[in-house]
């Protein structure tokens, strides 16, 4: 279960809220305008993130806020929270660097 | 005679405190600090259990948590409890057990089940014996595995205990307190923050409660008790024993189960809650839940007095329990020397060590040698002997390749085996936390390599099996991740001086050959003790194409059991490796997933398990008058309404007759409070609406309401209800029951995401206000009579108006709208009115007898009408097209959520699947709801499925049976004749009008 820090509540679990998709995706100014293939995109087309991924929540049992998360879907790392309207660029998250990398013995594997 | 195995040693035990206790019907005697299987150790019990399939003779095998054999079934009665393991059961006064994997019992041999079950079990027996003829699964295999298996009972009384969940925050967790656990607990203790250590024993100290190690020249468990001691004077650190973390979450919140009177003996402490789940989260983590012994694979590694090494050791050192007179250690590193040393000064006869390396020249086994232990150098066991318990073994010189038995055997009588095939870090929690692992080729082990979380490793678990390295590791850790919290500086305390024997390589050996090959002859190689899986079954999957580890794990059930492969894991992946001729790292580890160990449910329900706790119970102010007038109530999400009202000897036909034909000849009353409300107020407010609803809301006067459609972008309807205008910019919103707080939710979204410049303000209302539906042809005479100041003539107070006003003396305000059909009003009052509305509502309708009526009756009356109800007749993918309903879509006020969807090809298909009404040939015929239609009675397989039945009534005010029906090309089909289908019976059916009754709609003005 996430642990979600509120821009206006402060950190709450992730029971008291609900997700609501990927971010920053604006519903289009005049929908008569677009394609069935551009209205489509706007509708049902999302990113399928691995890694760092923007994305809105609700604090549903508390404030009633829609603000944003920057969560890495790899390990569920927080690496930013801000507020509608805004949209910072995101610092790297620390978990997904690689790992120093760490020698192993070449030796032949033995046994059956 | 009793406790023969018993010794004068047993440093954690009190041999002046006997305690009786009962184990498969038989009478023992243990003592205090004992566990359920030290005890039978102590009584040279070791056959406890037949495996899962092939029913061979079990015996202990371990002294903890991962144990596969020892699964007992715990006392009898409400509080009996299936599938514990005797390695962790604390002995107490009186205890029962008995076996569980034991039918018909223990000591009884059926040769025949095991002829049949040695062919039926192969790698893959859920696919391929059980498959054909399937109808053979439920009433031959399922039953006969079951009883076979004898998975344990449960009780089928209620649980009399209480559990309880907790919810606690700290600085830093530490689990596991052997050394590296307590260093850490210590460091960080040290530095005044929050911490929380916890064991899944009874005692702190882990290991070196086993062993006879040695710190700062002292026996280690002296530094145990010192730091215990230091440990529990700190108000900043939390001790938990007999608590196991069970799962690693998302941002280091930990589950933690604690066994707070298991010990005493069952129902002992009525004042306590038996069990408690703890919930933490925590800034920073240090995992140091040690290594588990791995057994080697060799053949009949399975016999009653095979036991790992260290459990051997344990039962000797910690318990005084000897595991049997005479014993062969087999071994493929040096940590098993210690344990033949610590047998030999605990007075069991070790006359050789086995040992599959072909130089060993360590401290350790040099000290064995010193000690008459013969040692015996590049050979393995080859043969065991014995059926229920071990009577010899044969060892012979093996190739290092493990390919080949090389010299010639040679018996040795033992009544015990001792195997260690080197250790794995415990690494579920880590692994739980998403970490990633790395194998580690001199360690032949997986250990942790890169963190997901605020997570520090330690110990055994992270691969450093020396004490020194664990007390240096668990005071570093601990010291950082206060550190990282904000307490103390973040240096380590000087670690106590271990004595440190150092130890030379293990050598990698999956399988010890014998005579046969593997899988031929009659000798089984185990590696899932608990699922019977051997060596052959994970070859014979590897050749039958299981390449992946995950679906060699599924094909043949290795770790699968509810010791989820704590000792097989490892085995099995190599043996699958060796096949596939990949090195161990190409081939992957499985996932593990919580929880750790079991967890019963009475734990996780905590004190929901009560009843009346599970869930919030919401309920509306009239909820007492429909309680002592006999209602029935349906739950509605949490909501609990009333159903029907059933009079003396009515069933709920009866009483549903009767309140239809009230509400449609005289004048019925409706518990409507439940209904979501939702008060919309500002200057942007009827533009809010015009963009969220389907029609226009602009020009809507003050005092009335319309009925009003929201859609989902996709162009389908979401929720439905009546909106008032209460003011220039204030609104009444009324949505489904269910609906209220999602569609809360959704109009936050589009007012703070995509047009924060708009000026409304939502607030949810549903429970300020009581809402009584009256309705029927006498409502306005009884409107009138409860408030004598209104106007509620047809001029004055229209259909779709509404007026404030006093209704029987408080302040209301009346909706005139209308779900059944007939005149109507909705009374809103202050929900602290309600019961007294309701009152007066039945003490002045009593001479037009009024009816009170539920929800059955209200969809009755309404699927007469034809009115969708938002989920029943839905369900998320009609649009207000496919419900006939186009006369709600706004043709001309612009753009509103979901309107552009309905020009795409698929939405604007002319053959969707469309709401329609079905009537039945036979009136009294009552189709199942749900019900599949088709075109044809008669259809090709698959048969093209063309819709299905929605909602599905007897109506008594038509005296015929009604249905709706969401049908592909419906609207066009009005007329036609198709079928509905019930589990093999058809019904013919035609399709009509959703409108049943009073199509006209002359009953709406009364
Ligand atoms: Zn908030």
Known sequence: ?112 | MTEQFRTTQGSRVDRSKAINFTFNGKNYKGVEGDTLASALIANGVHLVGRSFKTHRPRGILTCGSEEPNAIIQLETGPRSEPNLRATQVELYEGLSAKSVNCWPSVNFDIAAVNAIAGRIFVAGFYYKTFMKPSSLWMTVWEPAIRRMAGLGVLPREKDPDTYDHMNEFCEVMVVGSGPAGLSAALAAGRTGARVVLCDEHPEFGGTLLNTKEIIDGKPAQEWVKTAVAELEAMDNVRLLKRANAFGYYDHNYITVHERRTDHFGPGAKPELTRQRIWHFRSKQVVLATGSHERPLVFADNDRPGTMLAAAGQTYANRYGALPGRRGVVFTNNDSAYSVAIDLVDAGMDIPTVVDLREVVDGDLPNTARKKGIEVITGSGIVATLGRKRVKGVEIATVSSDGSQVTGTKRKIDCDTILSSGGWSPAVHLFSQSIGKLRYDEEKVCFVPNVSSQNERTVGACKGSFDLQSALDEGAAAGAAAAKDTGFGKGKAPASPKALVVEEKPIKAYWVVPTDHPVGQGKRKHFVDFQHDVTAADIMLAAREGMHSVEHMKRYTTTGMATDQGKLSNVNGLAILSSQLEKAIPKVGTTTFRPPYTPVNFGALAGRGINGDLADPVRRTPMYSWHLENGATFEPVGQWQRAWYYPKAGEDMHAAVTRETAALRDGVGILDASTLGKIDIQGKDAAKFLNLIYTNAWLKLPVGMCRYGFMLKEDGMVFDDGVTSRLGENHFHMTTTTGGAAGVLDWLEEYLQTEWPDLEVYCTSVTEEWSTLSIGGPKARQLLEELAPDMDFSNENFPFMAWRDGVVAGVDARVFRISFTGDLSYEINVRNWHGLHLWKKCMELGEKYDITPYGTETMHVLRAEKGFVIVGQETDGTQTPQDLGMDWIVAKKKGDFVGRRSFIREDTARADRKQLVGLMTDNPKEVLTEGAQLTYERVNPTPAPMVGHVTSSYWSPNLDHSIAMALVKDGHNRMGQWIYAHDRGKVTKVKIVSPVFYDPKGERRDG
Do not use: Q
């Open chain 1, 1 to 112: 279960m996430l642990y979600i820090k509120c821009p206006f509540c402060g950190d709450r679990d992730e029971t008291e809220y609900h997700y609501g998709g990927e971010a920053h995706i604006a519903r289009p100014e005049n929908p008569d305008e677009l394609t069935d293939a551009e209205w489509a995109e706007y509708v049902f087309m999302r990113t399928n993130t691995k890694g760092v991924h923007r994305e809105r929540w609700v604090h549903s049992d508390g404030c009633r806020r829609w603000f944003n998360v920057a969560r890495n879907t790899v390990t569920n790392e927080i690496v930013s929270v801000y507020k509608t309207g805004e949209k910072p660029d995101l610092p790297e998250a620390s978990t997904s660097k690689p790992a120093p990398a760490k020698k192993t013995s070449a030796k032949k594997k033995e046994g059956a």
